[in-house]
């Protein structure tokens, strides 16, 4: 499996990042560097095994644990937006959103 | 199910069921978001009340500061068990959240907590009478989730102000399948979920706060041909917009095609100034969400045992219970459905009947001189001057004949009006009481009739005028105290 | 060391239960303690260990242990110093997980492991250098300035300040190794606590995963991170991890139910009997010879105390690099996108609308390994790519930890090296991460698995410590810290200090 430059392009813009030529070029290496130890995994007969997702679900039932419906937070909005990079009147500001 | 009602298999035959547009055949599907009414939000416990002072009520886990994680509401389950319980649905014993991943100021993490491939409601149905047809829609699924926040664009130049407060309110998203035929099925659709909901007590249905918003997804076609292409019609939030945008939504599409232009898949904002919709900025890559089970939230599990206690704690649905008063109180449906429409409404009736009104009658004054005064005033039943036990007082003054239809609804003016509970005080006090002494009456109906020869040889000519006239004199003479029903009688008698 | 004997000037050679016992003892007071380990940080600014100081909060924490142990009310850790990754977000120090997209940002809670440790009395002397969010294994790709340094500079192995001391908890290696402090923080997501306490000769201990709260992290790979001490001995270890695990049932959903445990309780158990599992994929051709021969030798002394050695399988542990990267990298490109210039953390001064203004931030604010990672991770979840790779790669996974309970009916541990070679040297695998990525073979199938595991020192490699990993069953964290304390008292590999500290 390898990845063309037109995959980087459309994976760059969909992790809202801002490549430069030279840095999608090495990315496209070294990515496909790494899909190389990939293929041996994907040939793997998994027929019939599900997947695991929380790791100790591999010897017990793990299953989400609920909690009461009780409001325990209480407004801390100022400690909130101490490292906000733009506040004004409790609003996070960013440049305009448009629909 | 009659053909003509059964939308489904209508139209998998191609036929359409519902009235043709310029002869073409609209299908209509719903996704609604339905705000929960907990307390605390799906997974933080910050609270989720309605108009706090920006970012008040969103706390480090719905800011996603780093390291926080999510932690499950066991109300919002509850609440989805509820909805599946009241629509017949499938609630699945094992569900799954899912990431769903973009970028947008109003998606703190960057990707919204929802549900992917399984999810806790599966299927169900919504039914209602569209006019005198009784309509079934099916759902496909309701899943939980949680709702973005805000953003707010007067006040700042070039820039727009985020508000996190809603960020992680619960939802049910509802879905169903395109089995709606017409604007009218769907907003009686969404005005019957609209009433399940809110009688259920999962949400407050409040629609200008933003509880109770739906999409609609919307295509035409020439009746016997595959599916047109949809546009999504987002965030409407009132049944008036519903119908509005649908309508011109239709029109638009329609037009389209007879100008010989395709649709093109899009999601439309309705513009309530103009009337019309109009399609969004397409959002590159909105199709590539990266759904992927959230590593962060183990599988949900719900117990039979738990669904069991649930329904055993639920209410009787309005529907149940408006097949139950046709069938004890011999009312029509369509007047049984009125009744449902909320709880406190059906309790106000169930409480007038059991002060002893006649159902019928309780019935009548209900749907027709409160609802119309309710309406009027902009409020709820539980805000009506008059309760349910003098109106069943007042209903029992008109049977027993102590007063007029006319004159009982000068009483019921003055009750509504605050001039206190008390029926009888009032019809004393306003003088409403029928003349039901017939010696008195005769008494009157003699003097109309010596006065009055001419009407009585036009009646006895034939003219049945005339008969109104005396019986007019009669009751003007009685100061409309005199039951019409006697007036009527005594006079046929002495006229022979 | 008997009472009265405390050399106030060798504090730095306490390990943590001297220390407790020192400063319950009034043998030196909390402040004392803090200002001996600030002035011992701040004498040695070229190892790059520390990200952030401040004397201020350290001393006013101090001041407050001195208070409770003079009053009784103080926790079993009262008054001792440690240091936290900076992967845990504290409300006293900044928090920056290694990344420019966090500079600066002042977190409004502790992470529940740092609570924890603060009610069991501990001080916190600052934070620690880590990998850009703990992705790396050698603590080179560091976004931030050390403390005494202008710019973010790669973690010095104080046994060979030419060599990298491992990744991604390198700082908090390099701290306990060079005894600036007695015990650190750490996280391991594939082998972040393992493999840096391997090359830097100490002691390291990653739990069964959901033991000890997330809660506080910055998140990489939601499903394979946990929290666990550094340390040099695995009776320091012990006492740190009972305070760190237990339950959080209202902040972190993945953490278990189980009830917090005494793991110092069976330290001293006899290892008589014990079967020591050693996969044969785990010394094989790979493994540097130096390595072998300490591992081997460790094995030996095992058997001296009374272990039998077993042969056993684990014949996927190959496929876990790839395993491990895709999910990793899929969790963590998830987890990531939070970093987007709104709410906290780095904004781009210059961009032209809100787009561009994500993609200026994020290009800005995260490395190269981050990005990378975050691409690989975009990828192998996007539309038509993740059934290929993030759905098999979870099956492979569930194989795995399948080998693993395979393996445990003939044996009670699994040990084996914690890398196949000793530090290399700064700058060494150059611009090709998938070198570092083949380096971590031998850790990243326990992390999958999400089995505890731990590294004690168990020789060297010329001048170079060598580690032996210890692999549990789940919950198996009281017998790990008993095989390796055991081995601690016949050996005194653990007890070695690099010239100069």
């Known amino acids: 499996m390898s990845l063309s430059s037109s995959d980087i392009e459309r994976i760059a813009s969909l992790a809202r990042l801002d490549l430069s030529a030279g840095e999608s070029e090495r990315m496209l290496t070294q990515i496909n560097g790494f899909f190389g130890l990939v293929e041996r995994m994907r040939a793997v007969d998994t027929a019939g095994i599900e997947p695991l997702a929380h790791p100790v679900a591999a010897v017990q039932d793990v299953t989400l644990r609920l909690a009461e419906d009780r409001v325990t937070e209480p407004d801390n909005r100022e400690a909130n937006q101490k490292s906000a990079p733009a506040v004004e009147a409790g609003l996070f500001l960013v440049p305009k959103v448009i629909e | 199910m009659s053909e003509s009602v059964n939308t489904f298999e209508a139209q998998q035959q191609g036929r359409p069921t519902g009235p043709l547009v310029q002869g073409y055949e609209v299908i209509i599907g719903f996704e609604t978001h339905a705000q929960l009414s907990t307390a605390s939000k799906i997974f933080s416990r910050a609270s989720t009340a309605f108009g706090a002072e920006p970012n008040t009520q969103a706390c480090a886990v719905d800011l996603a500061l780093p390291g926080t994680l999510p932690v499950m509401n066991k109300g919002a389950v509850e609440r989805a068990i509820k909805l599946g319980l009241a629509l017949g649905s499938t609630i699945a014993p094992r569900s799954v959240f899912a990431r769903k991943n973009y970028f947008y100021p109003d998606l703190p993490k960057g990707y919204q907590i929802s549900q992917y491939e399984i999810p806790v409601v599966q299927g169900g149905t919504v039914s209602f009478y569209l006019g005198e047809e009784f309509k079934t829609v099916r759902l496909v699924r309701a899943h939980l989730e949680e709702d973005a926040g805000k953003s707010l664009h007067e006040n700042f130049v070039g820039q727009s102000g985020i508000d996190l407060n809603r960020a992680g309110t619960p939802l049910l998203e509802i879905v169903t399948e395109p089995d709606m035929r017409s604007t009218a099925e769907a907003v009686a659709y969404a005005k019957e979920l609209h009433k399940i909901v809110t009688w259920i007590g999962i949400c407050d249905g409040n629609m200008q706060e933003g509880s109770f918003r739906c999409d609609a997804n919307v295509s035409v076609r020439r009746p016997g041909q595959p599916l047109g292409t949809r546009r999504e019609i987002k965030n409407l939030n009132s049944f008036r917009f519903m119908q509005q945008a649908i309508d011109y939504e239709i029109r638009w599409q329609i037009e389209q095609l007879e100008d010989g232009h395709a649709i093109e898949q899009a999601t439309v904002l309705f513009d309530p100034d103009t009337g019309e919709t109009r399609a969004m900025r397409t959002k590159e890559d909105a199709a590539d969400y990266r759904y992927f089970p959230d590593p962060d939230l183990p599988p949900l599990a719900i117990s039979a045992d738990w669904i069991e206690r649930v329904r055993g704690a639920m209410p009787e649905l309005p529907r149940a219970m408006a097949e139950r008063y046709q069938q004890a109180h011999g009312l029509s449906a369509y007047d049984a459905t009125q009744l449902t429409q909320s709880v406190a409404l059906a309790r106000y009736f169930d409480e007038a009947v059991a002060a002893g009104a006649a159902p019928k009658l309780a019935s009548n004054w209900i749907t027709g001189e409160i609802a119309r005064r309710l309406n009027a005033q902009e409020i709820g039943i539980e805000a009506a001057p008059v309760g349910a036990a003098p109106l069943a007082r007042l209903i029992a003054r008109i049977a027993d004949g102590t007063v007029s239809n006319n004159a009982a609804r000068q009483v019921f003016d003055a009750l509504w009006n605050g001039e206190g509970q008390d029926v009888d005080a009032v019809i004393e006090a306003k003088g409403l009481k029928q003349m039901n002494d017939t010696g008195a009456l005769e008494k009157i109906v003699d003097e109309v009739l010596a006065k009055n020869q001419k009407n009585i040889d036009e009646y006895r000519a034939g003219k049945d005028k005339a008969f109104n006239a005396l019986v007019g004199q009669v009751m003007k003479a009685s100061a409309g105290k005199a039951n019409p029903a006697q007036v009527n009688a005594l006079l046929k008698s002495r006229l022979g | ?501």
Request: net charge negative; with cysteine; aromatic share 8%.
């Open chain 3, 1 to 501: 060391m008997t009472s009265g004997d405390i050399q106030k000037t060798q504090l730095h050679q306490l390990g943590v239960a001297q220390l407790a016992k020192a400063l319950a003892g009034r043998q030196v007071s909390a402040v004392e303690a803090a200002q001996h380990f600030l002035a011992r940080v701040k004498s040695h600014p070229e190892l790059g260990a520390f990200v952030a100081l401040d004397e201020e909060a350290t001393l006013a924490q101090a001041r407050a242990a001195d208070a409770q142990i003079a009053a009784g009310t103080a926790g079993a850790l009262a008054g001792v110093p440690i240091a936290h990754k900076d992967i845990f977000v504290t409300t006293d120090f900044p928090t920056t997980a290694g990344s420019r997209i966090l500079a600066g940002y002042q977190s409004p809670f502790d992470a529940t492991v740092v609570r924890k440790l603060a009610e069991a009395g501990v001080v916190t002397l600052g934070k620690l250098s880590c990998d850009e969010f703990a992705m790396g294994s050698a603590n080179e790709n560091v976004a931030v300035p050390a403390v005494g340094h202008d710019q973010a500079v790669p973690v010095r192995n104080p046994w060979d300040a030419e060599r990298i001391p491992g990744g991604s908890s390198g700082g908090s290696a390099a701290a306990v190794a060079a005894r600036l402090a007695p015990a650190a923080t750490g996280t391991d997501t594939g082998g972040s606590i393992r493999q840096p306490a391997s090359f830097c000769g100490i002691t390291g201990i990653k739990p069964t995963y959901g033991r000890a709260s997330r809660y506080g992290m910055v998140a990489f790979a939601s499903s394979l991170d946990q929290a666990g001490p550094m340390a040099r001995s695995a009776e320091d270890c012990a006492l740190l991890l009972s305070a760190m695990c237990g339950p959080d049932p209202d902040r972190d959903s993945t953490s278990l139910d189980r009830p917090a445990e005494d793991y110092s309780r069976a330290l001293n158990d006899s290892l008589d009997g014990l079967r020591i599992g050693v996969p044969k994929e785990f010394l094989g051709d790979g493994v540097a010879p130096g390595v072998r021969a300490a591992v081997e030798s460790a094995l030996a002394e095992y058997e001296k105390l009374g272990a039998r050695r077993v042969v056993v399988s684990l014949p996927r542990t190959e496929l876990s690099i790839p395993v491990y990267y895709i999910l990793a990298a899929a969790e963590a490109s998830s987890n990531l996108s939070r970093f987007d210039g709104v709410k906290f953390g780095h904004r781009a001064r210059q961009y032209t609308d809100l787009a561009d203004m994500y993609r200026k931030t994020r290009e800005e604010g995260f490395g190269d390994e981050v990005k990378r990672r975050i691409m690989i991770g975009t990828y192998v979840l996007s539309h038509g790519y993740y059934d290929a790779y993030y759905l098999q790669a979870q099956k492979v996974r569930r194989m795995i930890a399948d080998d693993f309970q395979d393996a445990f009916k003939d044996c009670d541990l699994i040990a084996g090296p914690a890398a196949p070679t000793v530090a290399w040297k700064i700058g060494e695998h150059g611009d090709d991460p998938v070198a570092d990525y083949l380096a971590d073979i031998f850790t990243l199938p326990g992390s999958l698995a999400g089995l505890p595991g731990m590294s004690l020192p168990a020789g060297f490699d010329g001048n170079m410590p060598v580690g032996l990993q210890l692999i549990g069953n789940y919950f198996g964290e009281a017998k790990l810290l008993n095989a390796a304390h055991r081995f601690q008292q016949a050996t005194d590999w653990h007890t070695r200090t690099p010239e100069g500290f």
